[in-house]
């Protein structure tokens, strides 16, 4: 049995977190967040609290990347700190339901916004989230050093198109400061504090989504100890700085009182840069941002099931790899299909939504076996940035969102 090629470094796995974490939400919940929050302030209060919440859980991953640098992620990290048995659960979850369900809805994504700018719709938006699904499998297939560069052009081309809306705005100003003002205290009809930070923190949550991911590349990352903590702490500082740049653009561009729906906010971002046709333009640059996360998607998840072949938990020919290009094609195959499954099934959205608060646990219980094998092994063999400080700010932030989840819906939560 061969074993996946080292070829990553610090720049591609850095790359490869932005390329996956930036995505749809970036352009969806800063409209969700704005209205419950109605405060500048409070903005930019809970982006820098979900970044908080980012790095430090990705300190904690980085040191289990540093010290398992396998493939499969939170499965092996799991599986050295408690067991096969909460691995067997974690990566059956994310086989079945978790990965192919995330990797339909960016497909779904995708496919409504080529419709929204170019008039298709029905099936023909479906066979667009399948063909967007199978064509970066295949190129993912293609070697992850192919897969690096190719999702390093994307991101380059998702940051430039949010960079040049910055730009854009200012020079042609477009927006006025004075959204800004008051800065601090709340517009009218806003949710009162502290309920107004609940869905704030959720949709934040959202956005930041999946830095984690990227840790189930470990196997193919050079020097992983040097290469996968600072790679995975560099990733999401970046994303923190684009969000909250991108956020105070929009803010720029389109008062707090005017935002109703993530969709219409940033039509109405668009529309004050570029007339009639700013629906169109930021349509196709959701759609550059989707493709990369999708693609990222494909490059870092089939590496569990990977693993799970390598385990005897799954079958054994998934852990073969292709003779030429070093990559697990039949896992990716695996995802690929189920996602493709899901998409015309189209009930992925609701499974999915029954899974983000066990999800959000075994984040958690990840964390949590870091300092069972710290305990376990010795600090030597855990070098953990900011410890304790970053392990129990992660906890606790994760129990508030648990809560927060459970409150907003308790069935899907129970």
Same mark, same amino acid.
């Given at each position: 049995m061969n074993n996946l090629?080292?070829?990553?470094?610090?720049?591609?796995?850095?790359?490869?977190?932005i390329g996956e974490v930036v995505a749809i939400g970036i352009f969806l919940t800063p409209a969700t967040m704005a209205r419950s929050v109605g405060s500048p302030f409070w #903005? !930019?209060?809970?982006?820098?609290?979900?970044? +908080?919440?980012?790095?430090?859980?990705?300190?904690? /991953?980085?040191?289990? *990347?540093a010290r398992f640098p396998e493939a499969g992620g939170g499965y092996v990290y799991l599986r050295e700190a408690f067991g096969p048995g909460v691995a067997f659960l974690y990566g059956w979850k994310c #086989? !079945?339901?978790?990965?192919?369900?995330?990797? +339909?809805?960016?497909?779904?994504?995708?496919?409504? /916004?080529?419709?929204? *700018?170019t008039g298709m719709s029905g099936a023909a938006l479906k066979a667009v989230a399948i063909g967007s699904i199978l064509a970066l499998a295949a190129v993912s297939m293609l070697g992850v050093r192919f897969g690096a560069r190719l999702m390093q052009l994307l991101m380059v081309l998702k940051i430039g198109a949010l960079a040049l809306l910055a730009v854009l705005a200012l020079a042609l100003h477009a927006g006025s400061w004075s959204h800004f003002v008051p800065f601090i205290a709340q517009r009218a009809g806003s949710n009162p504090l502290p309920g107004a930070l609940a869905p704030a923190m959720i949709g934040g949550f959202f956005a930041f989504g999946g830095w984690w991911e990227i840790t189930k590349l470990g196997g193919e990352?050079?020097?992983?100890?040097?290469?996968?903590?600072?790679?995975?702490?560099?990733?999401v500082i970046a994303v923190t700085a684009i969000y909250i740049l991108t956020s105070a653009v929009f803010l720029y561009l389109v008062p707090l009182e005017r935002v109703t729906s993530g969709e219409t906010f940033a039509a109405q971002a668009g529309e004050a840069l570029f007339g009639p046709s700013g629906g169109r333009v930021f349509a196709t640059i959701v759609i550059v941002a989707v493709l990369g996360s999708l693609f990222a998607l494909l490059m870092a998840l089939p590496r569990v099931y990977y693993a799970m072949a390598r385990d005897g938990v799954f079958f054994k020919s998934v852990a073969v790899l292709h003779p030429?290009?070093?990559?697990?094609?039949?896992?990716?195959?695996?995802?690929?299909?189920?996602?493709?499954l899901y998409v015309l099934l189209g009930t992925f959205q609701q499974i999915l939504a029954f899974f983000i608060f066990v999800t959000v646990v075994f984040l958690a219980l990840t964390v949590v076996g870091l300092l069972v094998l710290r305990r376990r092994e010795g600090i030597a063999a855990?070098?953990?940035?900011?410890?304790?400080l970053s392990p129990f700010l992660f906890l606790v932030l994760v129990a508030v969102l648990l809560f927060l989840l459970a409150g907003h819906d308790p069935f899907q939560a129970a």
């Open positions: 090629s080292r070829h990553l470094g610090v720049a591609a796995v850095a790359t490869l977190v #903005l !930019l209060a809970v982006w820098l609290l979900m970044g +908080a919440m980012a790095l430090s859980g990705a300190l904690c /991953y980085g040191a289990l *990347a #086989l !079945l339901v978790m990965d192919p369900g995330i990797t +339909a809805l960016l497909g779904a994504a995708l496919a409504s /916004y080529v419709g929204y *700018a990352a050079k020097d992983p100890a040097r290469t996968m903590p600072r790679a995975l702490a560099i990733g030429r290009f070093s990559t697990p094609t039949r896992a990716i195959a695996v995802q690929a299909t189920v996602a493709s855990y070098r953990i940035p900011g410890y304790p």
